[in-house]
């Protein structure tokens, strides 16, 4: 089945500077990569997702960057502010329609 | 998306009892569905709600210990059974819905404590 790593587990940032989380994933049939943001005692949110007939997509201050060949995929968020702050999920979905998650980044936005 | 609700929104329990959570949706999904967060970690998928038919469990979860049911198109239940405090979690639902043929959201969850 799927494996998602992600990394780092923990990232702090001055206001301002921009974040990055990697992910890496195990199964190339895998074609659908959602980012979920979670913010403390709330459900996880969607906040991006990337198909993988496309490498990159950008939402505002949002992007995610794809890479079929390592299998790798990214977030980037960028000018953050401390609201940024919450624990950031990558997943991975196969054809079976699950979604596997990988292991959660706690980003701290420092004002 | 769908406004997903879930209840109870928390719990706490005694051991060896079993708690029923109920997830509603307000709109037709094709698929529900059962997550664990346990404390500090990530989503475990526990299994898929099928409409009509038994779910479908991931490895490591049996049916025994976690009863799905999914009467219908909007509504699904989880029966945590027999607890021990290891099942303390927060339990979520997720749907994809009608038209979306991958994106999942999220319940607002269910926060069991085990005694």
């Known amino acids: 089945g799927e494996n998602v790593e992600q990394h780092p587990s923990t990232l702090s940032v001055q206001e301002g500077d921009s974040a990055v989380i990697k992910c890496t994933y195990s199964d190339s049939a895998s074609n659908y990569f959602p980012w979920y943001k979670q913010e403390l005692g709330k459900r996880p949110q969607l906040i991006i997702d990337i198909r993988s007939n496309v490498g990159e997509k950008k939402d505002q201050r949002i992007a995610v960057t794809l890479n079929k060949t390592a299998k790798h995929f990214s977030l980037h968020i960028t000018e953050t502010q401390p609201e940024d702050s919450a624990v950031y999920f990558c997943?991975?979905?196969?054809?079976?329609?699950?979604?596997?998650f990988g292991g959660g980044t706690r980003l701290m936005v420092k004002p | 998306s769908a406004v997903i609700s879930q209840k109870p929104s928390r719990d706490i329990c005694q051991r060896g009892t079993s708690l029923t959570i109920q997830c509603q949706v307000d709109s037709q999904v094709t698929m529900m569905f059962w997550y664990r967060q346990q404390p500090g970690q990530s989503l475990t998928l526990i299994a898929t709600a099928n409409q009509g038919s038994e779910a479908t469990y991931e490895s490591g979860f049996v049916i025994d210990k976690f009863p799905i049911s999914r009467p219908n198109l909007t509504f699904s239940t989880l029966t945590v059974s027999n607890m021990s405090p290891e099942d303390s979690s927060i339990y979520l639902c997720s749907v994809v819905v009608r038209g979306r043929t991958d994106t999942q959201y999220f319940g607002p969850g269910t926060r069991l404590t085990v005694l």
């Open positions: 997943a991975g979905h196969n054809a079976g329609n699950m979604l596997t």
